[in-house]
C-alpha cells in the first residue's frame, strides 16, 4: 500500500460504521467512508466534533455544522522542498473538503522524481480537481499543464497555488473536456514529460459531454501515451472506482506503454503487480492513509505508478 504518512496538518483519529473522524488542521470531522464497514466501539474521542456529513439513503446527503469556518487552511510540507503547500478548505456538496489527503504519497513521489530529474520537466495533470498534484509538481520546478472540466474547481486550484506561493509558477489553468484537450494537443504535437489522471467514475464536461470510466479509461490512456515526449519521467493514475483496482490499472498502462514502445511486457512481480515494458516499470497498489487509534491503515483507493527508468 502506498500509504500518506507524513501529514501534521491532517489525521484519521477513528474510524467506525461507515464513517471516519477526522482532524482538519484545528477542526475535528465526521465524514462518511465506504470502505468502512465495520462497527467498532466509539469512545469520547468522536464527541465535541465541529461538523457532520449525514449520508442520506436516497443518495447525497447534508452538513450539520457545530462549530467550522466558511473557509480554513491546512499545510503540507513535501521532502526537498522548502516552502509548504497550503490548501484552502471548504466543505462542499458530496462529502469533501477540497482535498483527498491521501493523494500525499504520490505527491511525496512525483516531487521527488521532478526534483532529482536535474531539467526541465513538463507536466499534464487530467481531471485536476483543487490541484494537490499541480502545485506539488510546480512546488518541485515542474511547469504543469492543469485540466478541468469544472471553472469552479479550476478556480479553487488556482487560489491554492497563491496561498502556496506560487501564483507566478508556470502553470496553464484550462477548462475543458480532458479527452477533447488531449486530441487537440496530439493535433498541435505538444508533447510532456509527465502524465497524471484522477479520473471520476462518471462526469459531464462543460458541454453535457458523458464520461463513463470502464467504458474511457484505456482509451484515454493509449491516447495519453501519444503525448509523451521521447525523453518521460512518469505516468501516474489514479481511481476511487470500486471495480478499477490497481492490477486493472497495472493492466492497462503496462498494454498501452507497451503499444508505445513496441516491447513486450515482463512481470518483476506478482505483486504489487510490477511490470516493465522497455524502459518503463508500472507499479500499482492500494493507497491509504494511517489510523491513530488502530495503528491500522485504511484503504483510500488505488494508484498505479509508470516510472522511466
Known amino acids: 500500500m502506498f500509504i500518506a504518512n507524513r501529514w501534521k496538518d491532517y489525521e484519521v483519529i477513528d474510524t467506525s460504521n461507515g464513517e471516519k473522524l477526522e482532524f482538519w488542521g484545528n477542526y475535528k470531522l465526521v465524514r462518511p467512508d465506504p470502505q468502512v464497514i465495520w462497527n467498532t466501539k466509539r469512545d469520547k474521542v468522536w464527541k465535541n466534533i465541529n461538523a457532520h456529513y449525514h449520508r442520506s439513503e436516497r443518495g447525497g446527503g447534508n452538513w450539520e455544522f457545530f462549530d467550522l469556518p466558511d473557509v480554513w487552511q491546512i499545510k503540507y510540507s513535501l521532502p ?35 526534483k532529482n530529474s536535474g531539467r526541465k520537466i513538463k507536466v499534464l495533470n487530467l481531471f485536476a480537481y483543487t490541484g494537490g498534484a499541480t502545485i506539488s509538481c510546480a512546488a518541485a520546478g515542474a511547469s504543469v499543464t492543469h485540466v478541468d472540466a469544472s471553472k469552479g474547481m479550476v478556480t479553487w486550484a488556482k487560489e491554492n497555488a497563491a496561498s502556496s506561493m506560487l501564483a507566478d509558477a508556470p502553470i496553464r489553468w484550462i477548462v475543458d473536456d480532458c479527452v477533447k484537450f488531449v486530441e487537440r494537443e496530439i493535433r498541435r504535437g505538444n508533447v510532456y514529460d509527465a502524465v497524471i489522471m484522477d479520473p471520476p467514475s462518471y462526469g459531464r464536461g462543460p458541454k453535457g ?41 497495472s493492466y492497462m498502462l503496462s498494454t498501452a506503454l507497451s503499444h508505445k514502445t513496441g516491447n513486450p511486457i515482463k512481470t518483476c ?41
Request: aromatic letters at 14%; charged letters at 20%; a negative charge.
Open 209 to 249: 459531454e458523458i464520461w463513463k470510466i470502464e467504458e474511457k479509461i484505456f482509451e484515454l490512456i493509449e491516447l495519453c501515451s501519444k503525448v509523451l515526449s521521447d525523453n518521460p519521467l512518469f505516468f501516474l493514475i489514479n481511481s476511487y472506482t470500486t471495480g478499477l483496482q490497481s492490477s486493472v490499472m
Open 80 to 114: 526537498l522542498i522548502s516552502n509548504p503547500l497550503v490548501f484552502n478548505l471548504k466543505p462542499f456538496s458530496f462529502k469533501h473538503t477540497g482535498v483527498f489527503p491521501e493523494q500525499a504519497a504520490n505527491w511525496d513521489w512525483m516531487s521527488n522524481l521532478i
Open 269 to 309: 512481480s506478482e505483486y504489487p503487480y510490477i511490470y516493465e515494458t522497455g524502459n518503463w516499470k508500472i507499479s500499482a497498489d492500494e493507497i491509504g492513509l494511517p489510523v491513530t487509534k488502530t495503528n491500522q491503515f485504511l484503504p483510500c483507493g488505488a494508484s498505479c505508478r509508470g516510472e522511466f527508468m
